[in-house]
């Protein structure tokens, strides 16, 4: 292999001016066929979201491993670099350092939305592929969209309508008064107004609707309020620690209200353990979905780490198999070819019933979600199996898209 | 009704930053290190009583966690601590800043950065009625241990010989140590009272809040805003200080005006440091103006 690469180099020294000239060899394409393909990952390690993004890094280096013991892509190995995103700023530093420095074929990763957007715009000027596996603001798929950018997390408007259906059938809408808390930042406030929507255009209103500041811990004050406002339904648009702080509060205040949240990731219902875990949410995925892809993710996951994989773990697990597909159909590591590829409507084995395909009109993935209700105490048998799912949404009779924005809704124009 | 029993939560509420706010004053009063490992002390006394749960209980857990974050606060005190009380507060804050960040990451390396589960005890669980007022069995129970410790810290303070020594310190070390009395054990025993507070703080805050391993990092800085408006070094300031600061909190919420509960005590902490810097209650130290 060496030895016929650098022959072929020599050769194209020599004949370098000719070659290019007559058009017959393109140097991207020498350059491209030697080494390995490297990829890009960063995500928040630290900090509030720091515990989705160790998942997030595990799920990395698993689906690195596995792809490179099947031959990597095009033949070429792949070389994962991976860093701590931290904030904003900082995410778009590392993410120019690893573009223009380390040459990277695409980035994937991020759970903060403030971070995907910053990340987003350093990818979308130096055009290069950004695949976001965690940030969840409608924004980031309409105002601030970007060619280059593809998500693979599912937007607000997905987490909304999937558990809003469960909350639509249990009767908690129509007529009822929700009490709802909101973390006091973008994620939260592009939420909330997604929520507010889905409520008031199916006949709920509010009994209550707080803001929460991101560093509060104690949710006593707000829980008493709760209490006195005797809502149909507590809703939740919080994110990371707060979830599971107000969880293990919310049992030990002995509140009883049907509670849901509309914004969710499984470690903070593991996190806030058996019997406090309460209520009906919506996941991307999670380790009981019973196709052979999800069990043979989380059999290769729990074998590596000695826990099942959270639904972070599974949005770089497939971003990254998305990623490979494309290169390996497309056959070149070249962004703007494999934005084409995936405009053009490839379908992708998301690990679900269906297959998943990114829409091209704001390249959100479209694929299946999951409401996941918290079992009752006596019917838990671990640690981890701590909820059972509603059927994928949107049923099969249902095109994928039943769940996602509406143009009216969230609409986005691509910038070249 | 609702905004009586706010006020009352929010009396409670300050509690919590009292045992870490406490051991905080207490030890920059005494040797002028400002501990900005205190919150990752709290964060090791909470995973303390995960692993040590499953052999003690809950209870054993609650007498040997803080015991043991103590001893290890007398450990850090008489290798670190001890070399920086006559050096520039720059050093200490450095020193301390950085051992906050790898305890941090001590505790991401060896429990991951998942949070981990843990579960009010049965036998504390529940609700406490009187007439119209519910409460939670579990922070009653914590307030009252609350009240037991700064009790405790009160009698020793104020009186018997050790308090007697410690707070001569606090005023005039030199003068002290002209009487012929070291401070250096009186340190060690002060480090490891202030940081086994907030071991315990720690221990009784693992089953209502989140344990993960940035916990440290979230409640240090309310902490602080307790000690400055209260005062470095005030034994009454602090107290006061920190029910204050959850009745503000508490007062917010209650009003409506939830997304500035936290901006509220920040705003406080301005207040007081452009009027009356030295704090609420805070007395003038000698050595430090």
């Known amino acids: 292999m060496d030895g016929s690469n650098a022959t072929r180099r020599g050769l194209l020294k020599g004949a370098a001016g000719a070659a290019l000239g007559a058009g017959l060899a393109r140097p991207a394409i020498v350059h491209a066929q030697s080494g390995p393909i490297r990829i890009g990952h960063l995500t928040p390690r630290t900090g509030f979201l720091g515990p989705l993004g160790e998942y997030a890094v595990m799920s990395m280096d698993l689906v690195v491993d596995e792809i490179n013991a099947g031959g990597g892509m095009m033949g070429r190995k792949i070389e994962l670099l991976k860093e701590d995103s931290v904030n904003p700023q900082t995410a778009s530093t590392k993410a120019e350092r690893m573009i223009e420095r380390d040459k990277v074929a695409c980035i994937i990763g991020e759970i903060s939305s403030a971070s995907c957007l910053t990340i987003a715009q350093v990818a979308q000027r130096m055009r290069t592929l950004f695949i976001n596996t965690g940030g969840n603001s409608d924004a980031l798929r309409s105002t601030d969209c970007k060619r280059y950018m593809f998500h693979v997390e599912s937007q607000n408007s997905m987490y909304v309508k999937s558990v809003g259906r469960s909350f639509l059938a249990a009767g908690m809408v129509k007529g009822k008064r929700w009490y709802s808390l909101t973390a006091d930042y973008a994620f939260g406030h592009d939420l909330l107004k997604v929520a507010k929507r889905f409520m008031e255009s199916n006949g709920g209103s509010f009994a209550g609707d707080d803001l929460v500041p991101t560093d509060a811990t104690d949710f006593s004050a707000y829980l008493l309020k709760i209490r006195n406002a005797k809502p149909d339904l507590v809703v939740l648009n919080l994110a990371g620690a707060q979830i599971t702080n107000f969880l293990k509060q919310y049992a030990e205040f002995g509140l009883t209200y049907p509670c849901g949240g509309f914004g969710f990731d499984t470690a903070l219902a593991w996190a806030a353990g058996k019997g406090n875990f309460v209520g009906t949410w919506p996941v991307v995925w999670h380790h009981l979905i019973e196709t052979p892809g999800s069990q043979g993710f989380v059999a290769a996951f729990s074998k590596r780490y000695g826990k099942p994989p959270e639904n972070q773990a599974w949005g770089e697990y497939v971003a990254t198999k998305i990623f490979a597909q494309a290169v390996n159909e497309a056959k070149t590591t070249d962004s703007l070819k494999l934005v084409e590829y995936f405009e053009g409507g490839a379908k992708f084995d998301v690990l679900k019933t269906r297959p998943g395909y990114f829409r091209k009109s704001d390249h959100q993935l479209m694929h299946e979600m999951y409401a996941v209700t918290a079992l009752p105490a006596d019917k838990i048998r671990n640690q981890w199996d701590i909820f059972s799912s509603s059927p994928p949404v949107p049923g099969p009779n249902e095109e994928l898209e039943a769940i996602a924005s509406t143009p009216d809704e969230a609409s986005c124009t691509f910038t070249t | ?289």
């Not at chain 2, 009454?236 to 959850?246: D, F, K, N, P, T």
Request: net charge positive; hydrophobic share 60%.
């Open chain 2, 1 to 289: 009704m609702l905004f009586l029993q706010q006020l009352l939560n929010g009396l409670l509420d300050g509690v919590y930053y009292l045992l870490i706010a406490l051991g905080l004053s207490l030890i920059f009063a005494l040797g002028g290190v400002v501990n900005l490992a205190h919150g990752a002390l709290f964060a090791i006394g909470a995973y303390l009583t995960l692993v040590l749960t499953p052999y003690l209980g809950f209870g054993g857990s609650f007498v040997v966690a803080p015991v043991a974050v103590g001893l290890l606060g007398v450990v850090m005190e008489r290798f670190l601590f001890r070399r920086f009380y006559r050096s520039d507060p720059i050093l200490s804050l450095l020193l301390t800043f950085g051992l906050a960040m790898v305890a941090e990451q001590g505790l991401r390396m060896i429990f991951g950065a998942a949070p981990l589960s843990y579960s009010i005890p049965s036998y504390l669980r529940g609700q406490v009625v009187v007439g119209d007022f519910v409460y939670s069995f579990y922070r009653t129970m914590l307030l009252v241990v609350a009240a037991l410790c700064v009790a405790a810290l009160w009698v020793l303070l104020q009186r018997t010989s050790f308090g007697r020594v410690v707070r001569a310190g606090v005023q005039d070390p030199d003068m002290v140590g002209a009487l012929g009395i070291s401070l250096r054990p009186y340190m060690a025993w002060v480090a490891g009272i202030g940081i086994g507070l907030a071991g315990l703080a720690g221990v009784l805050l693992a089953p209502i809040y989140s344990v993960h391993p940035a916990m440290g990092a979230e409640i240090i800085t309310p902490a602080f805003v307790v000690v400055v408006i209260g005062g470095l070094g005030s034994f009454w300031g602090v107290v006061a200080a920190a029910l204050l600061v959850g009745l503000a909190k508490g007062t917010m919420v209650g009003l409506g005006y939830s997304a500035f509960s936290t901006a509220i005590i920040y705003l406080m902490m301005l207040l007081v440091l452009l009027f009356r810097p030295r704090g609420l209650f805070g007395e003038r130290i000698t050595r430090f103006e």
